[in-house]
Protein backbone atom coordinates (compact mmCIF):
# COMPACT_ATOMS: atom_id res chain seq x y z
CA UNK A 1 0.00 0.00 0.00
CA UNK A 2 1.53 3.58 -0.18
CA UNK A 3 2.27 5.81 2.10
CA UNK A 4 -1.09 7.65 1.63
CA UNK A 5 -3.20 9.35 4.45
CA UNK A 6 -6.11 7.08 5.77
CA UNK A 7 -8.58 9.14 4.31
CA UNK A 8 -7.26 8.91 0.54
CA UNK A 9 -6.80 5.12 0.95
CA UNK A 10 -10.37 4.50 2.20
CA UNK A 11 -11.27 5.49 -0.92
CA UNK A 12 -10.65 2.52 -3.13
CA UNK A 13 -11.42 0.45 0.01
CA UNK A 14 -14.78 1.64 0.33
CA UNK A 15 -15.77 0.32 -2.85
CA UNK A 16 -14.49 -3.36 -2.01
CA UNK A 17 -16.21 -3.36 0.97
CA UNK A 18 -19.09 -4.61 1.49
CA UNK A 19 -21.66 -5.64 4.53
CA UNK A 20 -22.15 -9.82 4.81
CA UNK A 21 -24.38 -11.21 2.83
CA UNK A 22 -24.61 -14.44 5.09
CA UNK A 23 -28.05 -15.90 4.98
CA UNK A 24 -29.93 -17.00 8.85
CA UNK A 25 -33.25 -17.20 9.93
CA UNK A 26 -36.09 -16.90 7.58
CA UNK A 27 -35.94 -16.10 3.68
CA UNK A 28 -37.68 -13.07 2.75
CA UNK A 29 -37.77 -13.47 -0.33
CA UNK A 30 -40.93 -14.49 -1.16
CA UNK A 31 -42.47 -11.56 0.09
CA UNK A 32 -41.85 -10.29 -4.00
CA UNK A 33 -44.62 -12.58 -4.89
CA UNK A 34 -47.08 -11.18 -2.36
CA UNK A 35 -46.44 -7.97 -4.13
CA UNK A 36 -46.76 -9.52 -7.40
CA UNK A 37 -50.03 -10.53 -7.18
CA UNK A 38 -51.48 -7.49 -5.50
CA UNK A 39 -50.32 -5.26 -8.46
CA UNK A 40 -52.07 -8.09 -10.86
CA UNK A 41 -55.13 -7.82 -8.78
CA UNK A 42 -55.14 -3.73 -9.12
CA UNK A 43 -54.58 -4.25 -12.79
CA UNK A 44 -56.91 -6.90 -13.89
CA UNK A 45 -59.70 -4.46 -15.77
CA UNK A 46 -60.58 -6.15 -18.13
CA UNK A 47 -60.29 -9.21 -21.36
CA UNK A 48 -57.73 -6.64 -23.01
CA UNK A 49 -56.12 -5.48 -19.82
CA UNK A 50 -55.91 -9.35 -18.59
CA UNK A 51 -53.67 -10.29 -22.04
CA UNK A 52 -51.40 -7.37 -21.37
CA UNK A 53 -50.64 -8.14 -17.83
CA UNK A 54 -49.99 -12.07 -18.64
CA UNK A 55 -47.62 -10.69 -21.71
CA UNK A 56 -45.84 -8.30 -18.95
CA UNK A 57 -46.15 -10.75 -16.01
CA UNK A 58 -44.39 -13.85 -18.42
CA UNK A 59 -42.01 -11.28 -19.24
CA UNK A 60 -40.90 -10.56 -15.40
CA UNK A 61 -37.83 -11.39 -13.49
CA UNK A 62 -40.11 -12.46 -10.54
CA UNK A 63 -43.56 -13.94 -11.06
CA UNK A 64 -45.24 -13.88 -7.11
CA UNK A 65 -47.86 -15.67 -5.35
CA UNK A 66 -48.63 -14.39 -1.62
CA UNK A 67 -47.37 -16.20 1.76
CA UNK A 68 -47.46 -15.33 5.54
CA UNK A 69 -46.23 -11.87 6.09
CA UNK A 70 -43.16 -12.94 8.46
CA UNK A 71 -42.54 -16.55 6.56
CA UNK A 72 -41.15 -16.05 2.55
CA UNK A 73 -39.59 -18.61 0.60
CA UNK A 74 -37.02 -18.04 -2.34
CA UNK A 75 -38.29 -16.82 -5.94
CA UNK A 76 -37.31 -18.89 -8.49
CA UNK A 77 -34.25 -16.45 -10.34
CA UNK A 78 -35.45 -14.63 -13.42
CA UNK A 79 -33.67 -12.59 -16.23
CA UNK A 80 -32.02 -9.57 -14.39
CA UNK A 81 -33.55 -5.48 -16.10
CA UNK A 82 -30.29 -3.87 -15.57
CA UNK A 83 -30.17 -0.24 -14.06
CA UNK A 84 -27.77 1.06 -16.29
CA UNK A 85 -23.74 1.22 -15.33
CA UNK A 86 -24.00 4.96 -16.76
CA UNK A 87 -27.53 5.99 -14.69
CA UNK A 88 -28.23 6.58 -11.17
CA UNK A 89 -31.03 5.12 -10.93
CA UNK A 90 -32.11 6.75 -7.30
CA UNK A 91 -31.57 9.58 -4.80
CA UNK A 92 -30.46 8.88 -1.60
CA UNK A 93 -31.07 11.28 1.26
CA UNK A 94 -29.97 12.25 4.68
CA UNK A 95 -31.70 10.12 7.54
CA UNK A 96 -31.16 8.26 10.45
CA UNK A 97 -28.17 10.80 11.20
CA UNK A 98 -26.24 9.59 8.33
CA UNK A 99 -25.90 11.59 5.10
CA UNK A 100 -24.98 10.03 1.85
CA UNK A 101 -21.25 10.20 0.21
CA UNK A 102 -20.31 7.74 -2.41
CA UNK A 103 -22.34 6.35 -5.15
CA UNK A 104 -21.33 2.95 -6.99
CA UNK A 105 -23.72 2.03 -9.80
CA UNK A 106 -23.34 -1.28 -11.67
CA UNK A 107 -26.23 -3.43 -14.08
CA UNK A 108 -27.12 -5.44 -11.43
CA UNK A 109 -27.10 -3.41 -8.16
CA UNK A 110 -26.83 0.55 -7.23
CA UNK A 111 -25.47 1.00 -3.91
CA UNK A 112 -24.38 4.10 -1.32
CA UNK A 113 -22.48 4.75 1.48
CA UNK A 114 -23.66 6.88 3.69
CA UNK A 115 -21.63 8.26 7.08
CA UNK A 116 -22.44 9.79 10.00
CA UNK A 117 -23.61 13.50 9.71
CA UNK A 118 -22.00 16.39 11.83
CA UNK A 119 -23.30 16.78 14.99
CA UNK A 120 -25.54 13.45 14.73
CA UNK A 121 -24.53 11.96 17.70
CA UNK A 122 -23.67 8.48 16.19
CA UNK A 123 -21.01 6.17 17.74
CA UNK A 124 -17.32 6.78 16.25
CA UNK A 125 -17.09 5.51 12.91
CA UNK A 126 -20.96 4.85 11.94
CA UNK A 127 -21.50 4.19 8.68
CA UNK A 128 -24.86 2.22 6.24
CA UNK A 129 -24.57 0.70 3.03
CA UNK A 130 -27.69 0.97 1.31
CA UNK A 131 -28.19 -1.65 -2.20
CA UNK A 132 -30.52 -1.46 -4.50
CA UNK A 133 -31.19 -4.61 -6.85
CA UNK A 134 -32.36 -4.21 -10.29
CA UNK A 135 -36.12 -6.32 -10.89
CA UNK A 136 -34.41 -10.24 -11.39
CA UNK A 137 -31.02 -9.36 -9.39
CA UNK A 138 -32.49 -10.27 -5.73
CA UNK A 139 -29.77 -12.44 -4.04
CA UNK A 140 -32.00 -14.04 -1.22
CA UNK A 141 -31.97 -12.99 1.90
CA UNK A 142 -33.32 -14.20 5.26
CA UNK A 143 -35.74 -12.60 7.64
CA UNK A 144 -36.25 -12.57 11.07
CA UNK A 145 -39.59 -10.43 11.43
CA UNK A 146 -41.38 -7.89 9.69
CA UNK A 147 -41.27 -3.72 10.65
CA UNK A 148 -43.79 -0.75 9.89
CA UNK A 149 -44.17 -0.73 5.75
CA UNK A 150 -42.51 2.44 4.44
CA UNK A 151 -45.00 3.75 1.71
CA UNK A 152 -47.69 0.64 2.12
CA UNK A 153 -44.45 -1.35 0.96
CA UNK A 154 -43.23 -4.10 3.36
CA UNK A 155 -39.75 -3.76 5.06
CA UNK A 156 -37.94 -6.87 6.82
CA UNK A 157 -35.33 -7.30 9.42
CA UNK A 158 -32.86 -9.54 8.80
CA UNK A 159 -30.92 -11.83 10.65
CA UNK A 160 -28.51 -9.53 12.88
CA UNK A 161 -24.58 -10.22 12.19
CA UNK A 162 -21.34 -8.49 13.26
CA UNK A 163 -23.31 -5.84 16.45
CA UNK A 164 -25.08 -4.17 13.07
CA UNK A 165 -28.28 -4.18 11.91
CA UNK A 166 -29.69 -4.88 8.40
CA UNK A 167 -33.22 -4.69 6.89
CA UNK A 168 -34.72 -5.34 3.85
CA UNK A 169 -37.66 -3.43 1.48
CA UNK A 170 -39.13 -2.75 -1.60
CA UNK A 171 -38.47 0.05 -3.29
CA UNK A 172 -40.96 -0.61 -5.80
CA UNK A 173 -43.43 -3.34 -6.91
CA UNK A 174 -40.80 -5.22 -8.75
CA UNK A 175 -37.70 -4.24 -6.93
CA UNK A 176 -35.73 -4.83 -3.65
CA UNK A 177 -32.99 -3.15 -1.51
CA UNK A 178 -31.21 -3.50 1.84
CA UNK A 179 -29.83 -1.10 4.57
CA UNK A 180 -27.21 -2.51 6.81
CA UNK A 181 -26.19 -0.01 9.83
CA UNK A 182 -22.92 -0.90 11.15
CA UNK A 183 -22.74 1.13 13.73
CA UNK A 184 -22.46 -0.24 17.77
CA UNK A 185 -25.63 1.28 18.23
CA UNK A 186 -27.61 0.53 15.51
CA UNK A 187 -31.31 -0.12 15.77
CA UNK A 188 -33.86 -1.42 13.26
CA UNK A 189 -35.71 1.83 13.16
CA UNK A 190 -32.43 3.78 12.19
CA UNK A 191 -31.93 1.50 9.32
CA UNK A 192 -36.09 1.78 8.40
CA UNK A 193 -35.45 5.54 8.50
CA UNK A 194 -32.53 5.78 6.13
CA UNK A 195 -34.36 3.67 3.85
CA UNK A 196 -37.21 6.31 3.97
CA UNK A 197 -34.56 8.30 2.14
CA UNK A 198 -34.39 6.42 -1.04
CA UNK A 199 -35.99 7.25 -3.50
CA UNK A 200 -36.02 5.22 -7.03
CA UNK A 201 -36.35 8.19 -9.83
CA UNK A 202 -38.33 9.24 -12.35
CA UNK A 203 -35.89 9.31 -14.89
CA UNK A 204 -32.12 8.15 -14.49
CA UNK A 205 -29.61 10.54 -13.43
CA UNK A 206 -26.62 10.14 -16.09
CA UNK A 207 -23.37 9.56 -14.45
CA UNK A 208 -19.95 10.52 -15.63
CA UNK A 209 -16.48 10.87 -14.76
CA UNK A 210 -13.69 13.40 -15.09
CA UNK A 211 -10.87 11.67 -16.68
CA UNK A 212 -10.19 8.99 -19.42
CA UNK A 213 -7.72 6.16 -19.66
CA UNK A 214 -6.09 3.85 -22.45
CA UNK A 215 -7.37 0.55 -23.98
CA UNK A 216 -4.61 -0.98 -24.53
CA UNK A 217 -3.32 -0.94 -20.38
CA UNK A 218 -6.68 -2.51 -19.71
CA UNK A 219 -7.23 -5.59 -22.54
CA UNK A 220 -10.71 -6.14 -23.09
CA UNK A 221 -11.81 -5.55 -19.43
CA UNK A 222 -15.34 -2.75 -19.44
CA UNK A 223 -16.44 -0.62 -17.08
CA UNK A 224 -18.68 -2.74 -15.06
CA UNK A 225 -19.59 -0.42 -12.14
CA UNK A 226 -19.12 3.32 -11.58
CA UNK A 227 -18.21 5.45 -8.39
CA UNK A 228 -18.82 8.99 -7.94
CA UNK A 229 -19.62 11.61 -5.09
CA UNK A 230 -23.70 12.03 -3.87
CA UNK A 231 -25.16 14.65 -1.39
CA UNK A 232 -23.28 17.47 0.31
CA UNK A 233 -19.89 18.09 -1.66
CA UNK A 234 -17.00 15.91 0.31
CA UNK A 235 -13.47 16.29 0.37
CA UNK A 236 -11.71 14.50 -0.67
CA UNK A 237 -13.62 14.35 -3.90
CA UNK A 238 -13.56 11.34 -6.02
CA UNK A 239 -14.77 9.43 -8.65
CA UNK A 240 -13.77 5.52 -9.76
CA UNK A 241 -14.58 2.93 -12.40
CA UNK A 242 -14.12 -0.82 -11.59
CA UNK A 243 -13.13 -3.04 -14.51
CA UNK A 244 -13.97 -6.71 -15.28
CA UNK A 245 -14.94 -8.73 -18.23
CA UNK A 246 -18.45 -9.46 -16.49
CA UNK A 247 -20.96 -7.64 -14.94
CA UNK A 248 -20.64 -8.09 -10.65
CA UNK A 249 -23.59 -10.22 -9.13
CA UNK A 250 -23.58 -7.74 -5.97
CA UNK A 251 -21.03 -5.43 -4.33
CA UNK A 252 -19.80 -8.53 -2.58
CA UNK A 253 -17.81 -9.47 -6.04
CA UNK A 254 -16.40 -6.40 -6.75
CA UNK A 255 -13.47 -7.22 -4.26
CA UNK A 256 -10.76 -8.27 -6.48
CA UNK A 257 -11.80 -6.24 -9.30
CA UNK A 258 -9.04 -3.25 -11.26
CA UNK A 259 -10.24 0.22 -9.62
CA UNK A 260 -9.01 3.20 -11.50
CA UNK A 261 -10.20 7.04 -10.49
CA UNK A 262 -9.22 10.52 -9.78
CA UNK A 263 -9.55 12.02 -6.16
CA UNK A 264 -8.96 16.09 -5.49
CA UNK A 265 -7.48 17.72 -3.53
CA UNK A 266 -4.09 14.96 -4.56
CA UNK A 267 -2.97 13.47 -1.30
CA UNK A 268 0.21 14.94 0.74
CA UNK A 269 2.67 12.33 -0.22
CA UNK A 270 5.90 12.77 -1.71
CA UNK A 271 6.66 11.79 -5.02
CA UNK A 272 9.06 8.78 -5.86
CA UNK A 273 8.98 8.22 -9.35
CA UNK A 274 7.86 9.71 -12.78
CA UNK A 275 4.73 7.46 -14.68
CA UNK A 276 3.64 8.94 -17.95
CA UNK A 277 5.29 12.27 -17.39
CA UNK A 278 3.62 12.93 -14.27
CA UNK A 279 5.33 12.92 -10.05
CA UNK A 280 4.09 9.33 -8.94
CA UNK A 281 4.23 6.74 -6.05
CA UNK A 282 3.43 3.38 -5.69
CA UNK A 283 2.95 0.59 -3.94
CA UNK A 284 2.84 -2.20 -6.20
CA UNK A 285 -0.57 -3.45 -6.82
CA UNK A 286 -2.17 0.60 -6.28
CA UNK A 287 -0.42 3.48 -7.76
CA UNK A 288 -1.33 7.44 -7.30
CA UNK A 289 -0.02 10.14 -10.05
CA UNK A 290 -0.02 13.75 -9.57
CA UNK A 291 -2.03 14.99 -12.31
CA UNK A 292 -2.19 18.84 -11.54
CA UNK A 293 -4.71 21.36 -10.63
CA UNK A 294 -4.73 19.62 -6.97
CA UNK A 295 -6.31 16.06 -8.88
CA UNK A 296 -4.33 12.98 -8.56
CA UNK A 297 -4.81 9.39 -10.47
CA UNK A 298 -5.29 6.53 -8.37
CA UNK A 299 -5.02 2.51 -9.86
CA UNK A 300 -5.65 -0.53 -7.90
CA UNK A 301 -5.19 -3.92 -9.37
CA UNK A 302 -3.80 -7.80 -9.36
CA UNK A 303 -4.69 -8.94 -12.50
CA UNK A 304 -3.22 -5.77 -14.56
CA UNK A 305 -0.59 -3.54 -14.44
CA UNK A 306 -1.51 -0.31 -12.54
CA UNK A 307 1.88 1.71 -14.00
CA UNK A 308 0.57 0.72 -17.67
CA UNK A 309 -2.54 1.85 -16.38
CA UNK A 310 -1.84 5.24 -14.43
CA UNK A 311 0.75 6.15 -17.71
CA UNK A 312 -2.67 6.26 -19.22
CA UNK A 313 -4.58 8.47 -17.38
CA UNK A 314 -6.21 11.51 -18.63
CA UNK A 315 -7.69 14.30 -16.47
CA UNK A 316 -10.95 15.80 -17.88
CA UNK A 317 -12.81 18.01 -15.50
CA UNK A 318 -14.38 20.60 -17.68
CA UNK A 319 -15.88 17.46 -20.17
CA UNK A 320 -16.50 14.55 -18.18
CA UNK A 321 -17.06 11.44 -20.26
CA UNK A 322 -19.49 8.23 -19.98
CA UNK A 323 -16.80 5.78 -22.20
CA UNK A 324 -13.56 6.93 -20.02
CA UNK A 325 -11.34 3.55 -21.81
CA UNK A 326 -9.95 5.40 -24.93
Excluded: C
Excluded at 52 to 59: E, G
Excluded at 208 to 218: D, K, L, Q
Excluded at 252 to 258: F, K, Y
Amino acid sequence: MSPEPEEYAGLLKALRETPDQSPAGVSIDRAMRDGRRTVRRRRVLGGAAVVALIAAVSATPMVLHAVRADRVQPAAPGQVVPFGIWSRAFDVGSAGGFTPRLYTSANRWQSVKLVAADNSGLAPGATAVATMYAPGAWPGVTGERRLDDIDGRPVYLLARDHGGVRIAFRYSDTGWATVQDTGTDATPERARHVAEGIQLRAKPAPVTVPFSFGRSAVESDEVVAVAEPHGSPVSPESYSVLLGDADPVDPGAIGSLTTVGVVRPAPSVKPTMTIGGHPATSGGSDVTVFLGESWAGTVWSISKSPTAIAATIKLRPDAPVNDPIR
